[in-house]
């Protein structure tokens, strides 16, 4: 036993004590009781002694939910814009969309990985009643405004497919909850495999219609040098705000916890190899989808003069201008299967913030019911009372809110993850911290821009503008503003009582059992 100031190590050889070994693992995972369904009933078993492709194959998974946040509706309406307007011109902020995605997404991966937490959990630790509250209450309505997204690409693919009338189609999204709940009682394990295919469904569709349209090599490869003028600056702010999305962090940082990985030093450094593999897989396929739908609506609709601001259009205009009915199908089969990936994440990421923040639990099929319907009601209102073209409005709302609600997550993910007494030997050294800490004022930057946007926009309206800017942002940004402030400059880690870390010393081959006061 050796003690200082600040911890107590406890070195054991399991070969000597294989008792009380086995006692501190089983009390390991007991102490770990924020884990949630996902991880509780449907652990995936990593195989401790098997070769390289076994063992990716075990954590290869959760990152495909992630890149399914990458390839909602919003970013399909995104893309189509500014394809239409620019051109290839916005490839490199795709691109640089995808960079700064990973960054996060794996120092996601590394806390949930350190910690055995989704973030979620960790800000309910960390953070006072009053701060915990605002952060699930903007991280609610992230996922609102996701499922907002949701509703009306599912309802636009049905339309495009079956001629159903938009706002048949929002109303039967809400069954599409039955859907989720058939697919989840089979295990984690088949549901990434359900959500694999809608993602294949999705890649096979836009490489149909690339090569369909075949655009030029040299043009396309151009567009990836950064290149911005006044006009395209709005377009690519847009882009790069409709990126990141604030339920995939909570999303991913649970969904982690499925994988029973060995919680030994050597252990996490090996879990997060493959969990950069897995995620590296994911996004990068995210961003080849999401450039061929820009580069397909750049060589259909920008060569030709023709700017379009609403998925029905596109879908209309592709099977125009290509004579082919192939287009339009695959365009609205892509949508349609966006929308229901997109579905089944989003029901996740609000159970585990509810679960993470309030720890309260409510059968899946009432949460999912709840949101969903949260999310229809808006979506009817407007359709009914302003018409079905005023859609890609509500679309262009839904990504201001994800804007509005980003820092709740980005924020604390930064501060947990350059955390010693969180993170330990895994703290992020000092020139991640600093370019993750660019990263999220730059994102914070952008996103502002756009919520000031909004509000001109609406204030250009008269005073009833006014108004409603100030009803719909005013006290969420005074709220906001002041516990992000608390967060940054007041709050300090929690004293670890009874976590385990266990770390792996090879000279020694002893396992050491970290208990910090």
């Given at each position: 036993?050796?003690?200082?100031n600040?911890?107590?190590?406890?070195?054991l050889?399991?070969?000597?004590?294989?008792?009380?070994?086995?006692?501190?693992?089983?009390?390991?995972?007991?102490?770990?009781?924020l884990?949630?369904?996902?991880?509780?009933?449907?652990?995936?078993?990593?195989p401790?002694?098997?070769?390289?492709?076994?063992?990716l194959?075990?954590?290869?998974?959760?990152?495909?939910?992630?890149?399914?946040?990458?390839?909602?509706?919003?970013n399909?309406?995104?893309?189509?814009?500014?394809?239409?307007q620019?051109g290839?011109?916005?490839?490199?902020v795709?691109?640089?969309?995808?960079?700064?995605?990973?960054?996060?997404?794996?120092?996601?991966?590394?806390?949930?990985?350190?910690?055995?937490?989704?973030?979620?959990?960790?800000?309910?630790?960390?953070?006072?009643?009053?701060?915990?509250?605002?952060?699930?209450?903007?991280?609610?309505?992230?996922?609102?405004?996701?499922?907002?997204?949701?509703?009306?690409g599912?309802?636009?693919?049905l339309?495009?497919l079956?001629?159903?009338?938009?706002?048949?189609?929002?109303?039967?999204?809400?069954?599409d909850?039955?859907?989720?709940?058939?697919?989840q009682?089979?295990g984690i394990?088949?549901?990434?495999?359900?959500?694999?295919?809608?993602?294949?469904?999705?890649?096979?569709c836009?490489?149909i219609?690339?090569?369909?349209?075949?655009?030029?090599?040299?043009?396309?490869?151009?567009?990836?040098?950064?290149?911005?003028?006044?006009?395209?600056?709005?377009?690519?702010?847009?882009?790069?705000?409709?990126?990141?999305?604030?339920?995939?962090?909570?999303?991913?940082?649970a969904?982690?916890?499925?994988?029973d990985?060995?919680?030994?030093?050597?252990?996490?450094?090996?879990?997060?190899?493959?969990?950069?593999?897995?995620?590296?897989?994911?996004?990068?396929?995210?961003f080849?989808?999401?450039?061929?739908?820009?580069?397909?609506?750049?060589?259909?609709?920008?060569?030709?003069?023709?700017?379009v601001?609403?998925?029905?259009?596109?879908?209309?205009?592709?099977?125009?201008?290509?004579?082919?009915?192939?287009?339009?199908?695959?365009?609205?089969?892509?949508?349609?299967?966006?929308g229901?990936?997109?579905t089944?994440?989003?029901?996740?990421?609000?159970?585990?913030?509810?679960e993470?923040?309030?720890?309260?639990?409510?059968?899946?099929?009432?949460?999912?019911?709840?949101?969903?319907?949260?999310?229809?009601?808006?979506?009817?209102?407007?359709?009914?009372?302003?018409g079905?073209g005023?859609?890609?409005?509500l679309?262009?709302?839904?990504?201001?809110?994800?804007?509005?609600?980003?820092?709740?997550a980005?924020?604390?993910?930064?501060?947990?993850?350059?955390?010693?007494?969180?993170?330990?030997?895994f703290?992020?050294?000092?020139?991640?911290?600093?370019?993750?800490t660019?990263?999220?004022?730059?994102?914070?930057?952008?996103?502002?821009?756009?919520?000031?946007?909004?509000?001109?926009?609406?204030?250009?309206?008269?005073?009833?503008g006014?108004?409603?800017?100030?009803?719909?942002?005013?006290?969420a940004?005074?709220?906001?503003?002041?516990?992000?402030?608390?967060?940054?400059?007041r709050?300090?880690?929690?004293p670890?009582?009874?976590?385990?870390?266990?770390?792996?010393?090879?000279?020694?081959?002893?396992?050491?059992?970290?208990?910090?006061?």
């Open positions: 036993m050796v003690n200082n600040e911890e107590t190590t406890l070195l050889n399991e070969e000597e004590n294989p008792g009380l070994c086995a006692k501190l693992y089983n009390l390991i995972k007991v102490k770990d009781d884990k949630h369904s996902y991880a509780e009933e449907s652990s995936v078993s990593v401790h002694d098997a070769g390289f492709w076994t063992k194959w075990a954590f290869v998974g959760p990152a495909l939910f992630i890149s399914v946040g990458y390839l909602d509706p919003g399909f309406a995104t893309d189509v814009q500014g394809g239409s620019f290839y011109s916005l490839l490199w795709l691109l640089l969309s995808n960079v700064i995605a990973m960054t996060l997404q794996l120092i996601t991966a590394k806390v949930a990985l350190v910690t055995r937490k989704d973030l979620a959990a960790l800000c309910r630790d960390e953070y006072p009643r009053f701060v915990n509250l605002t952060l699930w209450v903007f991280a609610e309505l992230a996922i609102i405004a996701t499922d907002l997204a949701e509703v009306l599912t309802a636009i693919g339309q495009i079956f001629n159903i009338p938009l706002l048949i189609g929002v109303l039967v999204t809400a069954l909850t039955f859907i989720f709940l058939l697919v009682k089979f394990r088949k549901l990434e495999l359900f959500v694999l295919f809608l993602l294949g469904s999705i890649g096979i836009f490489v219609e690339f090569f369909m349209i075949f655009p030029s090599f040299t043009d396309v490869m151009l567009g990836f040098v950064p290149t911005v003028n006044e006009q395209s600056v709005y377009a690519a702010i847009g882009i790069l705000g409709a990126t990141v999305m604030p339920h995939n962090f909570y999303l991913h940082s969904l982690i916890q499925t994988r990985y060995h919680h030994s030093e050597k252990g996490l450094q090996q879990a997060f190899k493959y969990n950069i593999i897995d995620t590296s897989i994911a996004l990068n396929f995210a080849v989808v999401n450039a061929s739908i820009l580069i397909i609506s750049g060589a259909a609709f920008f060569t030709r003069g023709i700017i601001n609403e998925l029905q259009d596109a879908d209309q205009l592709l099977g125009n201008l290509l004579g082919s009915k192939l287009a339009s199908i695959t365009f609205g089969v892509s949508l349609l299967c966006s229901q990936s997109s089944l994440t989003g029901t996740m990421a609000g159970q585990i913030v509810m993470g923040f309030l720890s309260l639990r409510i059968v899946p099929w009432a949460r999912r019911l709840i949101t969903r319907l949260m999310a229809i009601v808006p979506a009817v209102v407007v359709i009914v009372v302003m079905p005023q859609t890609y409005q679309l262009i709302l839904s990504q201001v809110i994800l804007s509005f609600a980003l820092p709740v980005i924020v604390p993910l930064t501060q947990f993850s350059a955390s010693k007494t969180i993170m330990g030997p703290t992020n050294h000092i020139v991640v911290t600093v370019f993750t660019f990263i999220v004022l730059f994102i914070i930057a952008l996103n502002v821009w756009a919520v000031v946007g909004m509000i001109q926009s609406m204030a250009a309206d008269g005073w009833r006014i108004v409603a800017a100030a009803f719909l942002f005013g006290p940004s005074v709220i906001l503003a002041v516990v992000l402030l608390w967060v940054v400059f709050w300090k880690p929690k670890r009582v009874g976590r385990f870390y266990l770390s792996l010393n090879d000279s020694e081959d002893v396992e050491k059992f970290y208990i910090q006061k």
